[in-house]
């Protein structure tokens, strides 16, 4: 499936677009600040500035099958820049079912937005980058499924200093051992992408945290159709699932808390965050309304919520 952007180029401005619109996201406009954003699921038809188009493919575990992009304004032209490349935002087999995996499951970043900051790794004196005070928000694959769609309803999210990192990954078409639940740019350290994260990364200032956002090629999609199609503001409600969290005031977690709380199924708060509380209320509201209790909010469940709540 080969899926055409609304700008027809995976550009700096669509890339903006989709978090801050998309996804109600934060987006650094400061000059010298990085953009990080991953695209499960999907790969560049080509790397570098302005891919023509990103393909969608099956996601097959232990492969390097997303889309890894950077953005920023350059701090002395104030140009837009950005730059796509293959990448993975997943652990590889060797970590997944192999001798060294974690008995609890692979460690894979939950959706959403992170504030990175960078850390010279002691093993080996390279660059990478951390989570906030050097913890990041994760779910354990107990089941070793190995992709994005493998977090069950039970796999309960937690946030917690494990090392994993945004660092550079292999050149081969495998991840293997480059991932234990890390995630990056194919192509070595000497890669040109990993090349291109290091120079930007002088010109990023110290206190700014680098915004990373991860998600999935089908919101990519539905949200291209969305914006092509509007001719006022751009009405998304995206994808969403246990571990993910708001970064503004106001996010579709809140908005989704408020309306299961309309709708009589009691999320615990509203505090745009989806955890526990949350979870029990959502697959309450699927199991009441006869959806998969699934516990993924899609667009069945969003629009079943907004009847129950605002009719039609």
């Known amino acids: 499936m080969e899926l055409l952007m609304a700008s027809e ?25 990085i953009n990080i954003l991953f695209i499960q699921g999907a790969t560049p038809r080509q790397e570098g500035a302005i891919p023509e188009r990103i393909n969608s493919n099956n996601n097959e575990p232990d492969k390097y099958n997303d889309t ?21 935002s997943e652990p590889g087999e060797y970590y997944t079912t192999g001798p060294d995996a974690n008995p609890q499951g692979a460690a894979h970043m939950c959706w959403g ?17 951390q989570g906030k005070g050097g913890k990041t928000r994760f779910w354990r694959d107990r089941r070793n499924q190995g992709t ?5 309803v039970d796999e309960i999210p937690r946030t917690d200093a494990i090392g994993q ?22 192509g070595g350290y000497e890669g040109k992408a990993w090349q291109i994260f290091l120079g ?21 999609c539905e949200f291209s159709i969305a914006a092509r199609h509007a001719y006022g503001p751009i009405r998304f409600d995206p994808t969403l699932r246990m571990g993910v969290r708001d970064m503004n005031d106001y996010g579709p977690v809140h908005h989704l808390q408020e309306l299961l709380r309309d709708s009589h199924h009691n999320p615990g708060g509203i505090d745009g965050d989806w955890m526990g509380k949350t979870q029990n209320a959502f697959l ?29």
């Not at 978090?19 to 109600?24: A, E, F, I, Y």
């Not at 990192?165 to 194919?186: L, N, Y």
């Open 113 to 129: 937005q992170h504030e990175m900051e960078p850390l010279q790794r002691s093993k080996d004196g390279r660059l990478a980058l």
């Open 148 to 152: 994005r769609y493998s977090q069950d």
């Open 165 to 186: 990192w945004f660092h550079a990954m292999g050149t081969g078409d495998t991840i293997g051992k480059w991932s234990a639940g890390c995630v990056g740019p194919c």
């Open 284 to 312: 309450e509201f699927q199991e009441a309304n006869g959806l998969k209790p699934d516990g993924i909010c899609g667009s069945k469940s969003w629009q079943k919520l907004k009847i129950l709540v605002y009719g039609g």
């Open 200 to 220: 930007w990364l002088k010109d990023h200032a110290k206190d700014t945290p680098i915004i990373l956002t991860l998600w999935g090629v089908e919101d990519f």
């Open 9 to 33: 180029n995976l550009d700096y401005g669509y890339a903006e677009r989709f978090v801050k619109l998309g996804l109600w996201g934060k987006w650094n406009y400061s000059p010298g600040a």
């Open 68 to 88: 890894c992009v950077l953005a920023r304004v350059n701090p002395q032209t104030k140009q837009k820049e950005i730059y796509a490349s293959i990448g993975t």
